[in-house]
């Protein structure tokens, strides 16, 4: 039998208090590319009671995606959107989501970031990287942004790191290990690197500044 | 002297763009922090760079 909303919501208080809860609740966090970092950053938010994801992708679930990424086998052929959507409400059913199964570019961003009070950074190409951090601090410098950079190979976990860059940027990752060395994704270490996301975005949620 | 990552630098009085010319960051994997603020890109010509500023340069990579 699936919980009632109401019971969803004490469960959630009794673990870490009304007060943060309120919060969670009230929270909208956009997810920029569901891969293996926005994947894990998604399943992870919704565990932990944020009111509401934004989700966005324009890909589909492809066999090489299922090594790291939160999808079934089952899904494979789906929007990445949509199947994300499926699986995060059966975890957490009362979750509010909006998914948008589009290419983010400098253009569509602030329409599709509006909504959002903390965006999280998860594509896997540099250059989109820098794009969304740009665009987000030269149009939307009110909403703060977690960005991963640095997952891949089977270096050290203990390089992944949480760095407060300036007051609206966090950067996690070990900020060197680049897929383009020929370094695989694992993943253990990309998810290490999308807990590390994921947790800031919390603390960020809870009023936590020291980074 | 400028801070930039870390480094004391005798870049006072350049621009952002002037600076990064000297470098072998790619422009469009950047992201660059000033003072505690990220520096549009489309602000990089007209930042003058001055003496006790602190500059990180967070250059991405690829994976995710």
Known sequence: ?211 | MVKINGELLPVDGKTLTEYLKTTEYEPQRIAVERNGEIVPKSKYDDTLLKDGDTVEVVSFVGGG
């Open chain 1, 1 to 211: 039998m699936i919980p009632t909303r109401e019971e969803w919501l004490e469960a959630l208080a009794a673990r870490h208090g009304e007060r943060l809860q309120k919060r969670l609740s009230a929270a909208s966090v956009a997810v920029c590319g569901l891969g293996g970092l926005g994947s894990n950053i998604a399943i992870c938010l919704a565990r932990a009671g944020v009111g509401r994801l934004i989700l966005i992708d324009f890909d589909r679930v492809d066999i090489t995606n299922l090594h790291r990424q939160q999808y079934k086998a089952a899904q494979i052929g789906m929007s990445k959107s949509d199947a994300l959507k499926e699986n995060l409400l059966e975890i957490a059913p009362y979750l509010e989501t909006e998914t948008h199964n589009v290419k983010i570019t400098r253009d569509n961003m602030r329409e599709l970031l509006l909504g959002a009070d903390i965006i999280c950074e998860a594509f896997d190409k540099p250059e989109e990287k820098a794009m969304l951090a740009d665009g987000v601090f030269e149009m939307m410098p009110d909403k703060s942004l977690v960005s991963g950079s640095g997952m891949a190979g089977l270096a050290s976990a203990n390089l992944i790191k949480t760095r407060k860059i300036a007051s609206n940027f966090v950067l996690c990752g070990d900020g060197s290990s680049d897929i383009s060395d020929g370094e695989g994704l694992f993943s253990s270490r990309v998810m290490l690197c999308a807990a590390h996301q994921a947790h800031a975005v919390i603390r960020i949620i809870a009023g936590e500044n020291d980074f």
